[in-house]
C-alpha cells in the first residue's frame, strides 16, 4: 500500500503541473489574439491613448494642406495647369489661319460678276491692253512668291554665267517662315538649275542663293529689284528680299500684270515657269520637283508663264498669262482663300470669256 500511495503521489504531482503548465499558456495565446483583433475593446482603447491623439493632431494639417494644394488643381491655377493651358492655345492657334491682310482689310466682301473666291482680280488683254475684269486691282497686298519672278527677270537681264555653280549656305535657310526644302546645306547647283526650281517649284532657298550670289550680294540684288520695278512704272510694289516669304514683298494687280506682260518677254522665263516637272542631280541622290500650278498640266490650258504664290498674310496668289479663245490674256489674282480656289477662279475666268467670245 506504501508502495501504491507513493505512486498515485507522483501522478497526482505531474497531473498538477500539466494543468498549470496549460493554464499558462492558454491566457499567453488569447492575450496575442487579442492585440490584432479589431473587436477587442481594450486594444482599441489603448490604441486612443495620448501617444496616439499626438499623430492625429500632426495628421490634421496635413490633410488641411493637401487640400489647400488640391483646390488650385480644381480651379486650373497650378503651373502644370498654365502649361497645358499654354500648350492648348498655341495648338488652337497653330490650326485657325492667321487672317491675311484682305480679309483685315474687308476686301473679301467686295462681290463681282463670277463670285471669284480671290479679293483681288485683274484679267487683261495682253495685246490690247482692254481690261476685262477688275476688283480691288489698286490694292497692296503681300504677293509672297510671286516675288520669285522679279527674282527670275533681275537674274535673267543681269547676264550672269548660267552654268556657275552656287552652294546652298546657312544663310539661304528660311529663318521668317521656317519653310521646308530639299535643297540641303551644302548642295551644288548651276545657276541656271536654281533658277528653274525657283520658278516652277518656287524654291526657297534656290531663290535667296540666286539673290546671295548677285554681284554686290544681297542688298544689291534688292536694291536692283525696286529699281527695276520703278523702271517699268510698278509704283505700288516694294520688295525687301528675293524668296517672297516676307510680308513686306508687295504689290498691287494693276503692276503684277505689267511685270507678267515683261516677264513673258524673257524665254528662259516662260519655260522655266512652265515646265511641268523637273528631275535635278543632287549628290548621288536624284530629286523630283514639281510645278506648283497643276493647270500646266492640263491640255485644256495654253499657259505661257506663270507664277503661284503663299503665305498666311497673302493668302494664295496666282498670276498667268494664257491664250484663251484666241486671246492672250493676263490674270492675277490675290488673296484666294482655300488651296485650290486661285485655280477655280482661273477656271471660272477662262469659262466666262470663251462664252463670251462664242455668244460675239
Not at 23 to 43: E, F, M, R
Not at 320 to 329: F, K, T, Y
Amino acid at each position: 500500500m506504501g508502495n501504491a500511495k507513493v505512486f498515485f503521489g507522483r501522478v497526482a504531482r505531474v497531473v498538477s503541473m500539466v494543468v498549470l503548465g496549460a493554464a499558462l499558456v492558454v491566457p499567453v495565446a488569447h492575450a496575442g489574439k487579442a492585440n490584432t483583433s479589431k473587436s477587442n475593446k481594450p486594444a482599441a482603447a489603448a490604441a486612443k491613448k495620448a501617444p496616439a491623439k499626438k499623430t492625429v493632431a500632426k495628421a490634421a494639417p496635413a490633410r488641411k494642406t493637401a487640400a489647400k494644394k488640391a483646390a488650385p488643381a480644381r480651379g486650373g491655377k497650378t503651373v502644370a495647369g498654365k502649361k497645358t493651358a499654354a500648350r492648348a492655345a498655341v495648338a488652337a492657334a497653330a490650326v485657325a489661319p492667321r487672317p491675311s491682310f484682305g480679309q483685315l482689310a474687308g476686301l473679301h466682301q467686295v462681290h463681282d460678276p463670277l463670285a471669284l473666291e480671290s479679293s483681288v482680280a485683274l484679267v487683261m488683254d495682253q495685246d490690247t491692253k482692254e481690261v476685262l475684269l477688275s476688283k480691288n486691282e489698286q490694292a497692296v497686298l503681300p504677293i509672297a512668291s510671286i516675288s520669285k519672278l522679279m527674282t527670275g527677270l533681275v537674274v535673267a537681264n543681269a547676264q550672269l554665267p548660267m552654268d556657275e555653280l552656287i552652294t546652298i549656305t546657312q544663310a539661304d535657310v528660311d529663318t521668317v517662315k521656317r519653310s521646308s526644302s530639299r535643297l540641303q546645306v551644302g548642295t551644288t547647283l548651276s545657276r541656271r538649275e536654281l533658277l528653274h526650281l525657283a520658278l516652277m517649284s518656287s524654291e526657297n532657298r534656290a531663290a535667296h542663293a540666286l539673290g546671295r550670289t548677285y554681284p554686290g550680294g544681297m542688298d544689291a540684288f534688292v536694291e536692283q529689284m525696286n529699281f527695276k520695278a520703278k523702271l517699268l512704272g510698278m509704283t505700288a510694289t516694294r520688295f525687301v528680299e528675293p524668296t517672297g516669304l516676307s510680308s513686306s514683298n508687295q504689290s498691287s494687280a494693276r503692276d503684277l500684270a505689267t511685270l507678267v506682260n515683261v516677264a513673258h518677254a524673257e524665254p528662259l522665263l516662260r519655260s522655266f515657269s512652265t515646265w511641268p516637272s523637273a528631275e535635278v542631280e543632287v549628290g548621288k541622290r536624284t530629286l523630283q520637283f514639281n510645278n506648283t500650278n497643276r493647270l500646266v498640266k492640263s491640255e485644256d490650258w495654253e499657259i505661257g508663264l506663270q507664277k503661284t504664290g503663299y503665305i498666311s498674310e497673302a493668302g494664295r496668289c496666282l498670276v498667268m498669262q494664257a491664250e484663251v479663245a484666241g486671246r492672250n490674256l493676263i490674270m492675277v489674282f490675290l488673296d484666294s482663300v482655300g488651296k485650290y480656289s486661285r485655280l477655280g477662279d482661273a477656271q471660272r475666268v477662262r469659262q466666262w470669256v470663251e462664252a463670251g467670245a462664242n455668244h460675239s
